[in-house]
């Protein structure tokens, strides 16, 4: 052997010390080591730094749009995962395909394209982080036998200097999670205060950092919580040791655990979603939240059907000019079936009154659900059943078959009012159970949607926020909170906010009244919510009665859809004003909504193809401003080099129907 090359034993396991001490500082120590995600687009930079904790922080250009951010998740006895992260490995990867939704929200194919960097950490857990040309995401899995305790998941998010944000207050983890935004700086909040999600951040430059989650599943949802600085910390509630129930629909959690869940040692956690956009607009044709979420689990979806809804509640079956007393009975739904069907509306819905609170295998007396639901089938309208979860909960196994031997096309499951881990795992239970018996599923008294809908996608559409429904007993319903849903809540999922006020009133002239109700702002502004709010399952709030007397109402309403094969944003900003043009089959339809402020906006048509087109038009009326319910029709002809400036009232709004000559 050469002398050069010649080592005594006590040499070489110096070298191979040296080695291993070598390796330990590129893959285990990882002295602040930095990793760079970049968006498809290269716009959006994720820099990720391992060092004592997790953290990264996020540019948009040239632009931090989130800064330096620590994440981590604390399971059994205080194991700190993030902690000190020794990477063993990590893999790169970037994915361009299309995703083809069951049930087309926005659009009929949604392009997916991301890149993403998985680290395997020491301790059998993996980080992933992932990012779109609209935000970025990140997510912990663990690899560890039996079941696991997580405590705590570290989720604290910090915005720069003068960032204000959209903040749904909640003062309770038991919830409905319908509130109206606060809109502050964030650092002018004190710390402690919490919201649930989505809520919405902008720097001061105008650029908007959506907050929320996706692929939930047994594990609790996340909240955020204010800490008195530029930051937002994600909160969530502990599992349910001991429950109080208070009525047939309210069991509130008497006790929670000190730690999150008891879940699987090997799994996927849910994502943590940066929705982020340049301009408002954007935010209004972002799908993290799906693309995200876990894909379809049902075999055969062929039987899920979109589709608009008569509903009873909302108007207290007030209808009129019959031969019968109205009320929650036989003819009552026979009157509305034949509305739903003489106008192709594919479902009724009846709602809390059908059964007697507490057994949903007994049909109150005036209630002949054979007929009703045979009738229903001979006039081709599907039955929608309105239920509390905690009766259905009870009685699940019989329930279930009788409304499956009822032929029921969908549940109505209400007030749930919580997403803790046992909870979460309620709604995918009755999503798998709904699905094995070709049922719809619409979640009220609910939290927002955060992927279920992608994996069992006849969970059509969910509550979750300040709907229609306020307005019977609340002032607060305004075209301002109008206009500021889409770009918030309705980026989460669709959203049953219930349009279809057929009696409008100004700001003046409003009042709530609970069995006789009204919207807040014009005619067209309600018209318009079928364009620019998202529900596949979109409901007819108002008395059939009422619809029968406005035919040219009915007209747009009849040919409206729930589902789009494209959305294009005209014109959006929150709070202010959206306009939206969608496209279903052939045919363009265009929704416009005002807040309280008249204005004039322009539409450029050129997103439309060549040739001639007839657009209808309603618009609100010349006394709208004094009247709510004042509405003009009138049909033009158009190309797509033309223009037009649309007019719109204080709360207004303004539809069209595009056809091509």
Same mark, same amino acid.
């Given at each position: 052997?050469?002398?050069?090359?010649?080592?005594?034993?006590?040499?070489?396991?110096?070298?191979?010390?040296?080695?291993?001490?070598?390796?330990?500082?590129?893959?285990?120590?990882?002295?602040?080591?930095?990793?760079?995600?970049?968006?498809?687009?290269?716009?959006?930079?994720?820099?990720?730094?391992?060092?004592?904790?997790?953290?990264?922080?996020?540019?948009?250009?040239?632009?931090?749009?989130?800064?330096?951010? =620590?994440?981590?998740?604390?399971?059994?006895?205080?194991?700190?995962?993030?902690?000190?992260?020794?990477?063993?490995?990590?893999?790169?990867?970037?994915?361009?395909?299309?995703?083809?939704?069951?049930?087309?929200?926005?659009?009929?194919?949604?392009?997916?394209?991301?890149?993403?960097?998985?680290?395997?950490?020491?301790?059998?857990?993996?980080?992933?982080?992932?990012?779109?040309?609209?935000?970025?995401?990140?997510?912990?899995?663990?690899?560890?036998?039996?079941? *696991?305790?997580?405590?705590?998941?570290?989720?604290?998010?910090?915005?720069?200097?003068?960032?204000?944000?959209?903040?749904?207050?909640?003062?309770?983890?038991?919830?409905?999670? #319908?509130?109206?935004?606060?809109?502050?700086?964030?650092?002018?909040?004190?710390?402690?205060?919490?919201?649930?999600?989505?809520?919405?951040?902008?720097?001061?430059?105008?650029?908007?950092?959506?907050?929320?989650?996706? $692929?939930?599943?047994?594990?609790?949802?996340?909240?955020?919580?204010?800490?008195?600085?530029?930051?937002?910390?994600?909160?969530?509630?502990?599992?349910?040791?001991?429950?109080?129930?208070?009525?047939?629909?309210?069991?509130?959690?008497?006790?929670?655990?000190?730690?999150?869940?008891?879940?699987?040692?090997?799994?996927?956690?849910?994502?943590?979603?940066?929705?982020?956009?340049?301009?408002?607009?954007?935010?209004?044709?972002?799908?993290?939240?799906?693309?995200?979420?876990?894909?379809?689990? &049902?075999?055969?979806?062929?039987?899920?059907?979109?589709?608009? %809804?008569?509903?009873? =509640?909302?108007? #207290?079956?007030?209808?009129?000019?019959?031969?019968?007393?109205?009320?929650?009975?036989?003819?009552?739904?026979?009157?509305?079936?034949?509305?739903?069907? /003489?106008?192709? *509306?594919?479902?009724?819905?009846?709602?809390?009154?059908?059964? #007697?609170?507490?057994?949903?295998?007994?049909?109150?007396?005036?209630?002949?659900?054979?007929?009703?639901?045979?009738?229903?089938?001979?006039?081709?309208?599907?039955?929608?059943? =309105?239920?509390?979860?905690?009766?259905?909960?009870?009685?699940?196994?019989?329930?279930?078959?009788?409304?499956?031997?009822?032929?029921?096309?969908?549940?109505?499951? $209400?007030?749930?009012?919580?997403? $803790?881990?046992?909870?979460?795992?309620?709604?995918?239970?009755?999503?798998?159970?709904?699905?094995?018996?070709?049922?719809?599923?619409?979640?009220?008294?609910?939290?927002?949607?955060?992927?279920?809908?992608?994996?069992?996608?006849?969970?059509?559409?969910? #509550?979750?926020?300040?709907?229609?429904?306020?307005?019977?007993?609340? $002032?607060?319903?305004?075209?301002?909170?109008?206009?500021?849903?889409?770009?918030?809540?309705?980026?989460?999922?669709?959203?049953?906010?219930?349009?279809?006020?057929?009696?409008?009133?100004?700001?003046?002239?409003?009042?709530?009244?609970?069995?006789?109700?009204?919207?807040?702002?014009?005619?067209?502004?309600?018209?318009?919510?079928?364009? %620019?709010?998202?529900?596949?399952?979109?409901?007819?709030?108002?008395?059939?009665?009422?619809?029968?007397?406005?035919?040219?109402?009915?007209?747009?309403?009849?040919?409206?859809?729930?589902?789009?094969? /494209?959305?294009? %944003?005209?014109?959006?900003?929150?709070?202010?004003?959206?306009?939206?043009?969608?496209?279903?089959?052939?045919?363009?339809?265009?929704?416009?909504?005002?807040?309280?402020?008249?204005?004039?906006?322009?539409?450029?048509?050129?997103?439309?193809?060549?040739?001639?087109?007839? &657009?209808?038009?309603?618009?609100?009326?010349?006394?709208?401003?004094?009247?709510?319910?004042?509405?003009?029709?009138?049909?033009?002809?158009?190309?797509?080099?033309?223009?037009?400036?649309?007019?719109?009232?204080?709360?207004?709004?303004?539809?069209?129907?595009?056809?091509?000559?």
């Amino acid at each position: 052997m050469p002398a050069s090359l010649h080592t005594t034993t006590r040499d070489r396991d110096a070298c191979i010390l040296v080695v291993l001490l070598l390796i330990l500082m590129v893959t285990g120590l990882n002295a602040q080591t930095t990793f760079t995600l970049s968006s498809p687009d290269q716009k959006i930079q994720t820099h990720i730094k391992f060092g004592d904790y997790i953290e990264f922080e996020v540019l948009l250009g040239s632009e931090v749009v989130v800064e330096k951010t =620590w994440i981590s998740l604390n399971i059994d006895e205080n194991k700190l995962l993030g902690h000190i992260p020794k990477i063993r490995k990590h893999i790169a990867r970037s994915v361009d395909e299309v995703v083809v939704p069951v049930v087309a929200e926005k659009f009929a194919s949604i392009p997916e394209k991301y890149n993403e960097l998985e680290f395997f950490c020491r301790g059998n857990y993996t980080i992933i982080f992932r990012a779109y040309n609209e935000g970025i995401a990140w997510r912990f899995t663990t690899k560890l036998p039996d079941n *696991i305790r997580v405590n705590t998941e570290e989720a604290t998010i910090n915005f720069p200097k003068g960032s204000s944000v959209w903040f749904p207050e909640e003062n309770s983890f038991f919830s409905h999670n #319908e509130r109206y935004y606060l809109h502050e700086k964030i650092d002018s909040m004190k710390a402690g205060h919490f919201c649930s999600l989505p809520a919405l951040v902008e720097t001061q430059t105008g650029t908007k950092v959506l907050i929320s989650e996706s $692929d939930l599943q047994d594990y609790p949802g996340m909240w955020l919580q204010t800490m008195g600085t530029n930051g937002l910390n994600g909160i969530f509630p502990g599992l349910a040791l001991k429950e109080t129930k208070t009525s047939d629909r309210d069991v509130k959690v008497a006790e929670h655990a000190p730690y999150l869940c008891i879940t699987k040692g090997t799994r996927s956690y849910p994502w943590r979603v940066l929705a982020i956009a340049e301009n408002d607009g954007d935010l209004l044709t972002n799908q993290l939240t799906y693309l995200l979420a876990g894909p379809n689990k &049902i075999e055969d979806s062929s039987w899920i059907k979109p589709g608009k %809804v008569a509903w009873d =509640w909302w108007n #207290e079956w007030n209808i009129y000019g019959v031969d019968f007393e109205a009320g929650v009975n036989t003819e009552t739904y026979k009157y509305y079936i034949d509305f739903a069907s /003489k106008y192709g *509306i594919e479902y009724i819905i009846m709602d809390e009154g059908w059964y #007697e609170l507490g057994n949903l295998l007994k049909v109150v007396p005036d209630i002949d659900m054979e007929e009703i639901l045979a009738y229903a089938k001979e006039k081709n309208v599907g039955v929608i059943l =309105w239920v509390i979860w905690k009766t259905l909960e009870d009685q699940w196994q019989d329930a279930f078959d009788q409304f499956e031997r009822w032929g029921v096309k969908g549940l109505k499951v $209400d007030f749930m009012q919580r997403d $803790d881990q046992w909870m979460v795992n309620y709604y995918w239970r009755v999503a798998e159970e709904a699905a094995k018996r070709k049922m719809l599923v619409d979640f009220h008294g609910a939290y927002k949607p955060a992927g279920l809908r992608r994996t069992y996608p006849n969970v059509i559409t969910r #509550e979750g926020l300040r709907g229609l429904e306020q307005s019977k007993w609340s $002032d607060l319903n305004t075209p301002d909170h109008n206009v500021t849903l889409p770009f918030i809540r309705m980026v989460a999922g669709p959203m049953d906010y219930t349009p279809g006020a057929m009696v409008n009133a100004t700001q003046k002239n409003f009042k709530p009244i609970y069995t006789q109700a009204m919207s807040m702002g014009t005619r067209c502004h309600q018209l318009a919510m079928y364009v %620019v709010y998202e529900s596949p399952l979109q409901m007819l709030c108002d008395n059939p009665s009422n619809y029968l007397k406005e035919p040219e109402c009915m007209e747009f309403l009849s040919e409206v859809p729930t589902v789009w094969d /494209k959305t294009i %944003v005209l014109s959006a900003k929150i709070g202010e004003q959206v306009v939206l043009a969608r496209k279903h089959g052939d045919v363009w339809f265009i929704g416009a909504m005002s807040n309280w402020d008249a204005r004039n906006i322009d539409i450029d048509f050129s997103f439309l193809g060549k040739g001639k087109y007839e &657009i209808r038009i309603w618009q609100d009326g010349a006394n709208a401003h004094r009247y709510a319910s004042d509405f003009k029709k009138h049909t033009e002809s158009i190309t797509k080099k033309s223009k037009m400036t649309i007019n719109l009232a204080p709360g207004g709004g303004w539809v069209g129907i595009i056809s091509k000559k």
